[in-house]
């Protein structure tokens, strides 16, 4: 019962984090009494649930039910719409989890309500290994996004763009006068009155991403902002 | 022995200069670029992405696709730019090589597909490609159960040579490329071209492995180093708590932002919350039997659960056996909830009472995946004493 790592260290694969009996979590694997990590990234420890963790610096995004997703209309079916999610699988969205009342393919055109090339904001309801994920767009606030610019920044940022208590991005939002939305699959969607605004918020959100893993990255952004806001 | 028989001046078990560099590329999810002597190479992986042609795609596992390819000007000669048989070849057992190391079953019906292009090529160039492969998908976050490293060891003027240049390639005897993960233990790629003594091929194989172990270490410091350049310390916020704090509040920010509903109407609202995801650790053992009529279950309360069970299992049991009994009998029956402990326990307790039975823990990750088979216990010495027989089978 050893671990070898401190706490926040980096780890990568093929080095060992412990050894004895612990609880393989997130990113890591056991193989003989000895654990190892799959992915690079930062080491964290469960005292509680001796579960050991790593967290991914890189990565792409990967499904997971109750997810607030920003995703891109790709196709329309009779009854369904196909929707890229930035994932290894394509996200469908089935009339009945998109519109309230019945849908008739006969008298509703699909197309009216979400066509090619739109941006949906959507909650993953189910997935699981066999089946693509499934998302609603039913929920309070969930649906068509219009206007706006979307950026990219890497999914396993999002926990350093949001802050604590949603400290970082509520900064930006009240700094840059723009309303922002966290998809978490790593899609954001800026909308502001004036471009300078959308502009600064973009910055600062891709100084997020850039510098997720340095610390005192909340002071950097609010000189950043606060600079733009002066001027 | 004279050292310097090799015509760049190096020792016989000495390495050419190896340089890994990570991260190199923007438009990939993980890249890397590596110069091992005069080779030089990038490799870029791409995914876990969307299968195409769909049909490829496996049910339970991802693909691992390695397109390797020489530039026109990698070799002396102009390289006709068509794919050739040997960059076929060596697509094809790097893809084998690494889907054994990679842990496909995380991604079921995905690809990954991995792009190295080789710029300069002076022997060993598919040791160096499977070194910017290993590199690069890390780099890109795919879980990996190790690292590969690889090496090739051949024969130049009847002496076993460590890291072949193109020039002892052509005028050496033999080659010998090794793919192989230290923690592990395990090769995953081994060619052999020429005529090796047993001797020779025993001592080329160690040399290759004992040096492996160094390339993989300098394959660690180049994906730590990445973040070092722009680090000073890592970030103090991740938190358990923090974790589910960031579910809230995007959902909180998904809320307050409102917008038109496609269609406004009096059906009921939809309810993500009665979805509950299935987690295999939350199933209690002992309630599967339980009769459908008597319980009453309520998602996550596993308090009422355990009342219920007992209540089911007790009661026909004391009226059959009342009457001639005279001590009662419908002790309650203890519920135990399945945690790991008592599985664990109950496991112990059976290896104790049969001897030969294989250690089933030897493997475990977040999602519960097994690899496919069963563990393999060959050390190195039978691996090796079967290449003996073989050997001496040729004699």
């Keep these: 019962m050893t671990i070898n790592i401190e706490v926040k260290d980096i780890v990568t694969p093929g080095q060992v984090i412990a050894e004895g009996d612990y609880k393989a979590g997130d990113g890591v694997i056991k193989i003989d009494k000895r654990y190892y990590p799959t992915i690079v990234g930062t080491f964290s420890y469960f005292e509680k649930r001796e579960e050991l963790r790593v967290r991914p610096l890189e990565g792409r995004y990967y499904p997971k039910v109750g997810d607030f997703i920003i995703g891109y209309v790709e196709d329309v079916k009779l009854t369904s719409w196909m929707v890229n999610i930035r994932g290894p699988y394509a996200g469908v969205l089935l009339a009945s989890n998109a519109v309230r009342g019945r849908f008739d393919p006969i008298k509703d055109d699909a197309r009216r309500i979400y066509d090619t090339g739109e941006v949906v904001r959507a909650e993953i309801v189910s997935f699981d290994r066999t089946r693509d994920p499934q998302l609603t767009t039913k929920d309070h606030g969930l649906g068509k996004l219009n206007g706006g610019r979307i950026i990219e920044i890497n999914p396993n940022h999002i926990p350093r763009l949001v802050g604590r208590k949603g400290s970082m991005i509520s900064m930006i939002k009240k700094h840059t006068e723009s309303r922002i939305l966290v998809g978490q699959n790593g899609r954001v969607w800026i909308k502001s009155d004036t471009l300078e605004n959308e502009e600064m918020a973009q910055t600062a959100i891709r100084q997020v991403s850039r510098e997720a893993h340095v610390s005192g990255l909340t002071d950097r952004i609010k000189l950043l902002l606060e600079e733009h806001s002066n001027n | ?395």
């Design chain 2, 1 to 395: 022995m004279t050292a310097t028989v090799r015509p760049d001046g190096r020792q016989l078990k000495q390495l050419r200069e190896l340089k890994v560099e990570v991260g190199n590329l923007a438009r990939p999810d993980g890249s890397s670029q590596v110069r091992l002597g005069k080779n030089m190479v990038i490799a870029s992986v791409f995914g876990p992405r969307e299968q195409h042609p769909k049909f490829l795609a496996l049910s339970d596992r991802a693909n691992v696709k390695i397109n390797y390819r020489m530039a026109t000007f990698s070799v002396g000669d102009y390289k006709r730019s068509f794919p050739s048989r040997r960059e076929k070849e060596i697509s094809k057992v790097l893809s084998e090589a690494f889907s054994s190391v990679v842990i496909t079953k995380h991604f079921p019906r995905s690809s990954i597909d991995i792009h190295v292009q080789m710029f300069e090529s002076d022997g060993g160039s598919r040791t160096a490609a499977a070194i910017a492969v290993s590199a690069a998908l890390a780099d890109a976050g795919i879980p990996m159960r190790d690292l590969i490293g690889g090496i090739a060891t051949g024969l130049y003027g009847d002496e076993v040579c460590l890291d072949l240049s193109g020039h002892e390639d052509m005028k050496g005897t033999g080659d010998m490329p090794i793919l192989y993960s230290p923690e592990l233990d395990e090769v995953s790629l081994f060619q052999l071209d020429g005529k090796f003594t047993f001797d020779q091929f025993k001592e080329s194989f160690y040399t290759s492995i004992e040096s492996i172990k160094e390339i993989v270490e300098v394959i660690k410091q180049a994906l730590i180093a990445k973040y070092m350049k722009v680090k000073d310390e890592i970030a103090v916020v991740d938190d358990e708590e923090h974790e589910e704090d960031v579910q809230t509040i995007i959902q909180d920010t998904f809320i307050s932002e409102s917008v038109a509903e496609p269609t406004a109407d009096e059906t009921p609202k939809f309810n993500s919350s009665n979805i509950s995801s299935f987690d295999p650790d939350d199933v209690p053992d002992g309630t599967t039997d339980i009769p459908e009529e008597t319980v009453v279950v309520e998602p996550a309360a596993t308090e009422l659960r355990e009342e219920t069970a007992v209540e089911a299992v007790s009661e026909p049991v004391s009226e059959v056996m009342a009457e001639p009994v005279s001590e009662p009998v419908s002790e309650p029956i203890p519920f135990v909830p399945a945690t790991e402990e008592a599985v664990v326990e109950k496991t112990t307790e059976e290896v104790v009472k049969t001897e030969p039975v294989e250690d089933e823990t030897w493997y475990e990750d977040s999602l519960g995946l097994k690899p496919m088979g069963k563990k393999e216990t060959l050390s190195n010495d039978d691996v090796l004493r079967d290449i003996e027989y073989s050997f001496e089978e040729d004699d």
